[in-house]
Every structure is written in structure tokens, then in C-alpha cells.
């Protein structure tokens, strides 16, 4: 679990931690940034440090504090049946600035469903849950963060779950067809990655390998080029797309 080394923040620096660029007190409501003795101050907010591979919370656990990632990345895991050593599938990759396994605080009951393990050493903070529904209340920036990735780990749950019966190659041409605009289909385009390969191989649920065989297959066939490490050029987002809807292997299986 988390290690005890902790770091107290005042009250008047918890808003910055919410959207780093920002100063302190952005999100606070008009006028009140020095004051927030409307949010009945706790004693304080907790900053703690984890190393790599480090469980923050495990699926199944009731919630405790509202946890922020402050530094450092964390892998989000589904657990998967109910043995004694149940199979764990990576999920997500959770980056700083964000909130972990969020929506199990509006759960009843209040129950993480994820577990979250380290990638590398980061700090994350954790708010009282009664103060951080305070601020959520009066901060309509924090709200709308918070519902931007809600709606963004959806989308992504949505299309892994779309994905799911698809073969590797099949996930491949759909990330990168993803990437490009729908005005743009019929021209090059570059797609700059946003995320290492590796990174982006756990998204699809595929070895990392896989991911190097099917690119270098696909560019072999002209329908990709590697214009450096994090680009990839697209010639014609539609010939991508036909070889999507000929696989063989994956024909039946879209909905």
C-alpha cells in the first residue's frame, strides 16, 4: 500500500494540484481565493510517495480519500473472476493530473472496482472525501475536469469493449484510423503518438512485439510509414479502413 512518508499541504495550495499551469486558488469561486474558510479547513492533505510496482488500492477495497496523481504513471487492472489468484488484465494507464478509479466514489456501495499498481515512482494526493465534494461544489472547472475524464476513460472502456472479440491486427488499424479526421480520409496524414509503443500495445491489450509485427506488416503493404519513432504517416486513412472490413478473422465479429 501507500508508503507513510507524508507531506502536509495547506488548504490555500489544494486548488493548484487541480490543474498544475494554474495558480494557486484558480478554481476557488470568484473573489474568495485567499479565504476558504468556507470549505471548513481539515488539518490537512496528505501527499504520499509510492515506488514502482506498488498497489495504491486493490479492486474489491472499500474507498478511502479522494487520490489525485500528482507524479509518475499508474496501471490500472481489472480483476477478473474471484480465485485466490485471480487473472489481472492490464486496463489503463492512468497519467499525472488524474484522478484514480474516480467513479468508485459514487458507487453505493463506495467499492474500487480497478486495482492500481506503480509503473514508477510519483507522489499522489489524497483529499478527505467530504472536503473534496465541497470543492467540487463550488468549483465548476473542477467539475467539468472531472467529468472530462469520466467521459474519456468511458469512451475508452466503450471501445476496448467494441474491440474485444477483434484480432490484434484488426485493433492496430482501428487506433490509428481513430487518429485521423474524417476530412482527411482520402489524404496523408500524420499521426503523432501520443504515448510510448509500449503503452499504446497495453491499450490494445496486445504483446508489445505484436504491436512491432503488425506496423512493420502494414508498412510493407503501404499502408503505413514510420516517419520517426512517434509518427506515423497515413497515406489513405481509406485503404486502411478496407483492409479493416476485409479481415477475415474479424468479418463476423463487428457489430
Given at each position: ?5 507524508t507531506l502536509?499541504?495547506p ?6 494540484w487541480f ?5 494557486p486558488?484558480a478554481?476557488l469561486?470568484r473573489g ?8 471548513e479547513?481539515?488539518?490537512?492533505i496528505?501527499?504520499?510517495r ?5 498497489i ?5 477495497d472499500?474507498t ?9 504513471r499508474?496501471?490500472m487492472f481489472a480483476?477478473e473472476?474471484?480465485l485466490?489468484?485471480p487473472i489481472?488484465?492490464?486496463r489503463?494507464i492512468?497519467?499525472?493530473g488524474?484522478?484514480?478509479?474516480i ?10 472496482f480497478?486495482t492500481a499498481?506503480?509503473m514508477?515512482p510519483g507522489?499522489?494526493m489524497l483529499?478527505d472525501?467530504?472536503?473534496?465534494e465541497r ?7 473542477t467539475?467539468r ?5 469520466m ?6 472502456r ?7 472479440p ?7 488499424i482501428h487506433?490509428?484510423?481513430e487518429?485521423v479526421p474524417g ?11 501520443e504515448t ?6 497495453v ?12 506496423l512493420t506488416q ?6 503505413l ?5 512517434s509518427?506515423i504517416?497515413?497515406?489513405k486513412?481509406?485503404?486502411l479502413?478496407?483492409?479493416l472490413?476485409?479481415?477475415?478473422r ?6
Open positions: 500500500m501507500l508508503a507513510p512518508n502536509a499541504v488548504l490555500q495550495d489544494v486548488s493548484s490543474r498544475y499551469q494554474d495558480p486558488d478554481h469561486p474568495e481565493a485567499n479565504d476558504a474558510s468556507h470549505l479547513q481539515p488539518r490537512e496528505e501527499v504520499n509510492f515506488q514502482t510496482g506498488e495504491l488500492f486493490q479492486g474489491g472499500e478511502g480519500p479522494v487520490l489525485l496523481l500528482m507524479r509518475g499508474v496501471q480483476e473472476g474471484s485466490p489468484t489481472s488484465a492490464p489503463d492512468v497519467e499525472s488524474n484522478y484514480l478509479n467513479a468508485a466514489h459514487f458507487l453505493t456501495p463506495s467499492r474500487y480497478m499498481r506503480a514508477e507522489q499522489v483529499m472525501k467530504a472536503f473534496f470543492v467540487l461544489r463550488d468549483s465548476p472547472e467539475q475536469d472531472l467529468m472530462t475524464q467521459a474519456h476513460e468511458l469512451r475508452e466503450t471501445v476496448r469493449l467494441q474491440q474485444e477483434w484480432c490484434a491486427s484488426c485493433r492496430v487506433y490509428f484510423l487518429r476530412d482527411r480520409r482520402d489524404a496523408p496524414f500524420t499521426v503523432h503518438l510510448k509503443r509500449r503503452e499504446i500495445a491499450r490494445l491489450d496486445i504483446r508489445e512485439e505484436t504491436l512491432s509485427r503488425i502494414l508498412e510493407k503493404d503501404g499502408l510509414f514510420s516517419l520517426e519513432r509518427a504517416s497515413v497515406p486513412a481509406e485503404q479502413h478496407a483492409r472490413l476485409a479481415c477475415p474479424c468479418r463476423n465479429k463487428r457489430a
